[in-house]
């Protein structure tokens, strides 16, 4: 993946990450709440994972 679908990805996983959450606690549902947690974590990752890619592209763009 490059960096830019990674910072999508990302941002989409936190999103729905969190829409999982606020389900799970109004409902009660305390493995929709963990899941949102896992997902907006993972979303997390991929949107670092994006900046760090664009990092080492701008790194050796530079040399």
Known sequence: MGSTSDKISGAAN???G???Q???KATGNDRL???GKGQEVKG???TATGKAKDAVKG???RM
């Open 14 to 16: 936190q999103a729905a």
């Open 18 to 20: 969190k829409v999982k």
């Open 22 to 24: 606020a389900a799970g």
């Open 33 to 35: 709440q963990a899941e």
């Open 44 to 46: 997390k990752v991929q």
């Open 59 to 61: 790194v050796v763009d």
